[in-house]
T-cell receptor, first 113, second 117 residues
Framework: LAKTTQPISMDSYEGQEVNITCSHN???????ITWYQQFPSQGPRFIIQ???TKVTNEVASLFIPADRKSSTLSLPRVSLSDTAVYYC??????????????FGKGTKLSVKP | GAVVSQHPSWVICKSGTSVKIECRSL??????MFWYRQFPKQSLMLMAT?????????EQGVEKDKFLINHASLTLSTLTVTSAHPEDSSFYIC?????????????FGEGSWLTVV
């Protein structure tokens, strides 16, 4: 079971780039790294997923070093609507007591004007 | 991205009654679905893993007779809160695993607010 550690909160201003780092020292060979965004009273929304190196999509980039013991979610030019909680999840096929999908506390990002 | 739909979005029920929440994967087949519970300003807590055609696997401390899970098809899992009490009031979220994608990506439903009065 890969435990993840993220900063509890981060503050930013509109237009800035935000980098949120997640530590997962016990990541297994088969584990992927997935990031989700959650707004109040909504289910988490998939942002990006990666296994190694760098992954980029239309909303974010994910940087994963060679040892895969951490990952960094990069949000370019954030806006007020990016204020949310961001979760890093690490795992493969299994849920709960069998393996992954245990949520940490997440990082509460506050974007200010 | 893949879509997971929950219904109802919110429900109010009387204490002692049962309520069912549905979770559907709309554009992919999900052999595995997950049910979470979330209290205000807290993280998601995994309740159980639902496997199509077999019994759900419950997390420690979750009463399987109170939170009945049925995963009868590859696109539908249901959570039934039986004999609901006010302490069962919470935000319930489901997710489904798209095994066809690399990384077995998990997609979440919109969540369902349950209020027991």
């Amino acid at each position: 079971l890969a435990k993840t550690t993220q900063p509890i909160s981060m503050d930013s201003y509109e237009g800035q780039e935000v980098n949120i780092t997640c530590s997962h020292n016990n990541i297994a060979t088969n584990d992927y790294i997935t990031w989700y965004q959650q707004f109040p009273s909504q289910g988490p929304r998939f942002i990006i997923q990666g296994y190694k190196t760098k992954v980029t999509n239309e909303v974010a980039s994910l940087f994963i070093p060679a040892d895969r013991k951490s990952s960094t979610l990069s949000l370019p030019r954030v806006s007020l609507s990016d204020t949310a909680v961001y979760y890093c999840l690490v795992g493969d096929n299994y849920g709960g007591s069998q393996g992954n999908l245990i949520f940490g506390k997440g990082t509460k990002l506050s974007v200010k004007p | 991205g893949a879509v997971v739909s929950q219904h109802p979005s919110w429900v109010i029920c009387k204490s002692g009654t049962s309520v069912k929440i549905e979770c559907r994967s709309l554009d992919f087949q999900a052999t595995t679905m997950f049910w979470y519970r979330q209290f205000p300003k807290q993280s998601l807590m995994l309740m159980a893993t639902s496997n199509e055609g077999s019994k759900a696997t419950y997390e420690q401390g979750v009463e399987k007779d109170k939170f009945l899970i049925n995963h009868a098809s590859l696109t539908l899992s249901t959570l039934t809160v039986t004999s609901a009490h006010p302490e069962d009031s919470s935000f319930y979220i489901c997710s489904a695993r798209d095994a066809a994608r690399s990384g077995n990506t998990i997609y979440f439903g919109e969540g369902s607010w349950l209020t027991v009065v």
